[in-house]
């Protein structure tokens, strides 16, 4: 993922111009539109790496005002103070809060040492000092500098550069992140039982430098960015110039990392950690700019909520005019994906219960498998599988008076339909006398019963209720 540019930029036949998709695109949205937000999300995630007490925290956060090394000693007052006045002199980009205005200036001069990073002892030997104030009274007054005109030397420009970065009202990695920098270094790996090592954790170093980069401010973030690669191009070419990336780190570390106002006594212990931190960055500067994946996931969540098909669409940066043009072609490729994914879940669900209903018609004949499969029955107009399973249930058995009606389910089991005279009414429970029980129980199995003898016992039921009728007109004639 390392080797994946930062942003993609591919050709699209509907646009006049390229499109540039950035995978930071909902961080850097969720920045600006809720820096609240943004900010416990990623100081969540620093805690989590590293352990700041809650004064540290407090100042990380901006709620109190940092405590910085050498600010209660009076021991090199005299130094701080000559420093302080050095830098109330303010200029329009020399000596004044970081701007827009100003990075631009300064990146000409980033822009031009990226021509000239042969120069051997570059950000180590000092330029002239009278060619050196002509460039920052230019640069000031915002004139146009032709660098390439031969008239300023590589050396000048370099020390220039550091020149502004050390006028800053505080360093370029800012007071408050000051004690989680220096957290950061104390990072180190665990051996097998759990005790610190001293070898650096570079995986938590990187990540969490990571997240610290994300809520610097913006100016101071952009130039940081640009400074960085340039000290790493610079070491990439230390054959020829000299300058390795440690070397490089202790020309830069007393100007971008080290509290404003402090000298090295005050510092003392920490001044290994803060250089050594300083090349670290160097070293890794091409990862430290990206937001982890977690980050990234959690603000595209935030925008886009758990929907499962996002397109590059979303991530489109372009604002010109002609993007509104591709609106409608982005809700139709919207919906079409929405459709197949409905499709997709309708057929997985109609799978599921043609296997569910195959299953219930291979069980043996029971109650249990005759509701289920009237269940079914009634729910055939939305959940009924599809025809290469046999779908209609038995036909519901209605339960017959008769005594042949009993021997005709017992034997054939086929049911005698008969009409109810309405929904409401049910029909009443069979009585079977114990003669017919034992007519039954002589019958023997249904398997073994013949039509010859089920015609039989139908004669003699009819004999039987002949002989009932003849008796009881008998009885009535007798009784005229």
Known sequence: SDAICNFVICNDSFRSQPIIFNPDF?????????????????????????????????QLMGEEDPKLPGTNSTASGF???????????????????????????????????????????????????IRQQILKDALNSGTDIDLDSGEFHSNDVATLLKMFLGELPEPLLTHKHFHAHLKIADLTLFDEKGNKTSTPDKERQIEALQLLFLILPAPNRSLLKLL??????TAKKQDKNKMSAHNLALMFAPHILWPRNVTANDLQENITKLNNGVTFMIKHSQKLFKAPVYIRECARLHYLGSRAHTSKDDLDLLTSPGSKELQPLKSQKRSRLDSCHQEETQQRTEEALKELFRHVHNMPDSAKKKKLIRQFNKHSTTLTPGSDVPTSPAPRRTRSRSFSGLIKRKVLGTPVILERKSRDTTPEPTRVSKEN???????????H????????????KEESSRRMRTLLLSKDSSSL
Do not use: W
């Not at 909902?26 to 700041?52: A, G, Q, Y």
């Not at 019963?449 to 003699?460: F, N």
């Open 26 to 58: 909902f961080v850097e949205k969720l920045r600006h539109e809720k820096p609240e937000v943004f900010t416990e999300l990623v100081v969540s995630n620093i805690t989590r790496l590293i352990d700041l007490p809650g004064a540290e925290l407090a």
């Open 79 to 129: 130094f701080r103070s000559l420093m302080s006045l050095k830098r109330k002199e303010k200029g329009v980009v020399f000596g004044s809060p970081l701007t827009e205005e100003g990075i631009a200036q300064v990146s000409q001069l980033i822009e031009y040492l990226h021509k000239n990073l042969r120069a051997e002892g570059l950000f180590r030997v000092p330029g002239n000092s």
């Open 228 to 233: 960085l690669d340039l000290l790493y191009q």
């Open 437 to 447: 029980v034992q007519l039954l129980q002589k019958c023997g199995s249904p398997a």
């Open 449 to 460: 019963m013949s039509q010859t003898k089920l015609k039989s016992l139908e004669g003699r």
